[in-house]
Every structure is written in C-alpha cells, then in structure tokens.
C-alpha cells in the first residue's frame, strides 16, 4: 500500500510537470516574459555545437562541464524540449530510470533513519510540490540533476558505501563545482568511532528524538567526538573518501581539459572562483561590482568576497558536522546567502535538503513556520518588483535593488536561526560497539 501511495504520488508529480513544459513552450511564443530559462537556451546551443564536434565554449556564457552538453545532444535530435523532460525528471519517478530522482532518494534517506511513513510522504511533498522546484526543472535548469547526485552520496554514507559517496562526490564537484564545501563535514562524518572496515555504521534510532535526556547527552559526546576525530585524520575510510573522489575529480578534468584546453579550464572551473558580474541579481556584492566594472579587480579583491562565507562555513560545519543532513543544509543556505552572483536557480540546492530536516524540527506550521515562509518569500517579491523595473521598464532603480538584496540577506538570516533554534539536534550515527575501540578508548 506504501508503495503505491509513493507511486500515484510521483507520477501525479510527473504528469504536473509535463503540462508545465508543454505550457512553457506556449508562453515562450505568446507573452513578453519567456517562461524557458536563457541558461537552457545556452546549455541547447552548447550541446549543438558538441553534436557538429565543435567546442561546446564556442559559445560564449557556457560555463559548466561538457557533460551537461553532452546529455542535451538530443535537444537537437529528438526536441528542443528533451532538457526539460530530462531535468524534470530528476524530480519525479518518471520514464528515465538511467538519472537519479531525488523524490525517491528523500524517501530514502528519511525511511534509511526509521521516520514514521506520513512525516516521510509530508517531506517527500514539500520537494515535488514546492513551486520553486517544478519550475525551476520545467524551465530548463539542470540544478536537480545536481540535487539528485548529492542526495545519493548522502544514501551510500548511511549505509557505510564510502567508495561508492567518494566516486559520486568527485564527479558532482567536478560537475557543478559549488557541492566542495560538503568536503569538510563528510570527512568528519567519516569518525573512526562510528566508521570502521568490515562494521556497518549504526543509524541513530528515530525514537531516541523524543527523549530529551538522551538526546542531551548525545549531544556532548559527539561534540567531544568531533573533535577527537581530528586527532585522527587519517582513517583508512578518510583516506579512501579523499583518494578516490580526487582522482574521479582529476579524471574528469583532465580528459575534458585535453579536449578542451584552458578555455575549458577556465570557463567550467575557474570562473567561479573569481567571477565578477554586473547583472542584477540577488546578491550584497551586485551594486559594488557594477560600479566598479570598468575598473580591473585585483585577485585579492575578488577573493575576499568568500572570507564571509568561509567564517559561516566552519562554525556551521564544526556545530553540526554530526548531524549531517542539517549541516549540509545550513551549509547551502548560508553558502548562497552570502554569495557574489545569486540567483533564483541556486535556491534548489538548499530546498533539496530542506525534507530531510523537516521530521527533526519543533517549528510549528503556525505562526512560526508561517512567519519564516512570509519573511522569505516577501523579501524575494520586493526584490522581484525592483528587478521588473530595471529590466522591463528601464528604471534607474539599482539603489533600491541593492537594498532590497540586503533585505533578502536579512530574511535568509532570520529563517536560518529560526530553523536553528527549532531543530531537534540528531546524530546520524551511534557509535560502533567493537572490541578493538573500546581497548582504544581505554588507552585514551
């Protein structure tokens, strides 16, 4: 019954989002607005140039791994609108069983931690139903290709694959370069105490939550065991994780460099570390750097900007590390919050995350969970109103734009210490019972 409640559920879901695509393609030839992203109209050229084995950076503002063009060949093929069926369908149990789907992948991380079913279905809901995600997938963005390679990275840790999570999170990093600050965390994750050749690591038991003694006490101990796993850095698990995504990760560099050259090197990798755009966008920094546009940034200048975003990363990664699914979100918030370029796309990296904390949180729907909606989504309207001026009517509105980015900041922040204050903090792991560590620890 279970399974076919989850079934109807994602092909309900599968079905929602084709007519979205098929409306698409109707409002792209009737109305002023275009409902298809230009990224998609880019990623289609890309794929067309690599289809006639041209470069795929002959075409300028390319800048992701060819294998986004590679799989957007039928786009010229088959249909212009293969991308969008194929992005949506990382969201859906749909016909394209070859890409992951993060529907299903969330059901299977909360069923993986023994969350009661409903709360599982409720979760699984906010992903396939959120408006952010099924438009963001039928207008032709490749973030839930992304969203579904982190979900299951996050699978083969809970069932102790790290071979598996090494290979996946090598190619996802090279894929869409921001999911490297998960690196940290999954490395501490990896805690000789709970990872150990030849033992399974042992889930945190979901009933435990409710007990507040326990959870209190758990809470210290890990936090000494995070740090006691410092002194231990170089587990044969750590070690494996860092060898073999590296390598996954140079590899694909690699060929595509060979093939490509530093055009590739540079346009797919290196950009981002440094890039200054001037577009509007949701950003602090957008106002600063088209003031400053016609000026050449110095590298330290450019780099500075992440110095904010580097101090919220490590105190978020060595407060949460254990708990690594809330880690990981507050990670992509924050991380996207305090970013140079900021656009509506990069909120699926976070929303993808957003149900596996849900069955943890003590926020209630009203009035708190309904203020943090309300805050949020007001602050991305405001914005959106001055952004229409700008770009639809040609008003010089760039001040009031900018301070509606420092507005947006201020929601981002307020939700994510609403978030914080109302979660239950819940390891992922117990710690292993095994002769051998316990003589360790006596030692100790």
Same mark, same amino acid.
């Given at each position: 019954?279970?399974?076919?409640?989850?079934?109807?559920?994602?092909? *309900?879901?599968?079905?929602?989002?084709?007519?979205?695509?098929?409306?698409?393609?109707?409002?792209?030839?009737?109305?002023?607005?275009?409902?298809? @992203?230009?990224?998609?109209?880019?990623?289609?050229?890309?794929?067309?140039?690599?289809?006639?084995? @041209?470069?795929? %950076?002959?075409?300028?503002?390319?800048? #992701?791994?060819?294998?986004?063009?590679?799989?957007?060949?039928?786009?010229?093929?088959?249909?212009?609108?293969?991308?969008?069926?194929?992005?949506?369908?990382?969201?859906?149990?749909?016909?394209?069983?070859?890409?992951?789907?993060?529907?299903? /992948?969330?059901?299977?991380?909360?069923?993986?931690?023994?969350?009661?079913?409903?709360?599982?279905?409720?979760?699984?809901?906010?992903?396939?139903?959120?408006?952010? =995600? /099924?438009?963001?997938?039928?207008?032709?963005?490749?973030?839930?290709?992304?969203?579904?390679?982190?979900?299951?990275?996050?699978?083969?840790?809970?069932?102790?694959?790290?071979?598996?999570?090494?290979? !996946?999170?090598?190619?996802?990093? +090279?894929?869409?370069?921001?999911?490297?600050? %998960?690196?940290?965390?999954?490395?501490?994750?990896?805690?000789?105490?709970?990872?150990?050749?030849?033992?399974?690591?042992?889930?945190?038991?979901?009933?435990?939550?409710?007990?507040? =003694?326990?959870?209190?006490?758990?809470?210290?101990? @890990? &936090?000494? @065991?995070?740090?006691?796993?410092?002194?231990?850095?170089?587990?044969?698990?750590?070690?494996?994780?860092?060898?073999?995504?590296?390598?996954?990760?140079?590899?694909?560099?690699?060929?595509?460099?060979?093939?490509?050259?530093?055009? /590739?090197?540079?346009?797919?990798?290196? #950009?981002?570390?440094?890039? =200054?755009?001037?577009? +509007?966008?949701?950003?602090?920094?957008?106002? +600063?750097?088209?003031?400053?546009?016609?000026?050449?940034?110095?590298?330290?200048?450019?780099?500075?900007?992440?110095? $904010?975003?580097?101090?919220?990363?490590?105190?978020?990664?060595?407060?949460?590390? &254990?708990?690594? $699914?809330?880690? *990981?979100?507050?990670?992509?918030?924050?991380?996207?919050?305090?970013?140079?370029?900021?656009?509506?796309?990069?909120?699926?990296?976070?929303?993808?995350?957003?149900?596996?904390?849900?069955?943890?949180?003590?926020?209630?729907?009203?009035?708190?969970?309904?203020?943090?909606?309300?805050? !949020?989504?007001?602050?991305?309207?405001? !914005?959106?109103? !001055?952004?229409?001026?700008?770009?639809?009517?040609?008003?010089?509105?760039?001040?009031?734009?900018?301070?509606?980015?420092?507005?947006?900041?201020?929601?981002?922040?307020?939700?994510?210490?609403?978030?914080?204050?109302?979660? =239950?903090?819940?390891?992922?792991?117990?710690?292993?019972?095994?002769?051998?560590?316990?003589?360790?620890?006596?030692?100790?």
């Amino acid at each position: 019954m279970i399974s076919i409640n989850i079934r109807s559920l994602l092909w *309900l879901s599968a079905i929602f989002r084709a007519i979205l695509i098929v409306y698409g393609e109707w409002q792209d030839s009737h109305m002023e607005v275009r409902y298809t @992203d230009v990224d998609y109209l880019v990623f289609s050229d890309a794929a067309s140039l690599m289809a006639s084995g @041209d470069s795929p %950076y002959k075409r300028t503002t390319y800048r #992701y791994s060819p294998l986004l063009a590679f799989f957007l060949i039928p786009n010229s093929i088959i249909h212009r609108s293969w991308g969008k069926f194929l992005f949506s369908a990382s969201g859906a149990k749909t016909f394209l069983p070859l890409y992951l789907l993060v529907g299903v /992948f969330i059901h299977s991380i909360l069923k993986l931690r023994k969350v009661p079913e409903d709360l599982c279905m409720y979760s699984v809901v906010v992903w396939l139903f959120n408006p952010f =995600t /099924f438009t963001i997938g039928t207008r032709g963005n490749c973030e839930p290709i992304v969203c579904a390679m982190i979900l299951w990275i996050i699978i083969c840790l809970l069932k102790g694959n790290v071979l598996q999570a090494a290979f !996946w999170y090598g190619l996802v990093v +090279h894929f869409r370069i921001y999911p490297i600050i %998960y690196v940290l965390p999954i490395i501490l994750i990896l805690d000789p105490l709970f990872f150990r050749s030849g033992l399974k690591p042992r889930l945190q038991n979901w009933s435990s939550r409710q007990d507040k =003694t326990l959870r209190s006490s758990n809470k210290v101990t @890990d &936090q000494y @065991d995070l740090w006691k796993a410092l002194k231990t850095v170089f587990s044969k698990e750590r070690v494996m994780f860092g060898l073999v995504s590296g390598a996954v990760f140079l590899s694909c560099t690699g060929l595509f460099f060979y093939l490509y050259g530093w055009e /590739f090197l540079h346009e797919a990798l290196l #950009y981002h570390l440094t890039r =200054t755009d001037p577009r +509007h966008n949701f950003s602090i920094y957008f106002y +600063h750097i088209y003031l400053h546009y016609e000026h050449e940034f110095l590298m330290v200048e450019k780099l500075i900007s992440f110095l $904010p975003q580097f101090i919220v990363q490590l105190v978020l990664i060595f407060r949460f590390a &254990q708990d690594l $699914p809330f880690c *990981l979100f507050m990670q992509t918030v924050a991380f996207v919050a305090f970013n140079k370029v900021v656009t509506a796309q990069y909120f699926v990296w976070f929303f993808c995350l957003l149900p596996l904390i849900l069955p943890w949180s003590n926020m209630k729907l009203k009035w708190e969970g309904l203020s943090c909606i309300l805050v !949020w989504i007001g602050a991305q309207l405001h !914005w959106l109103m !001055w952004g229409y001026l700008l770009e639809f009517k040609g008003k010089n509105v760039f001040l009031q734009l900018w301070l509606a980015g420092l507005l947006f900041l201020a929601a981002n922040t307020f939700v994510l210490i609403m978030i914080t204050c109302r979660h =239950t903090y819940s390891p992922v792991f117990q710690r292993l019972e095994h002769p051998t560590l316990k003589n360790a620890e006596k030692n100790n």
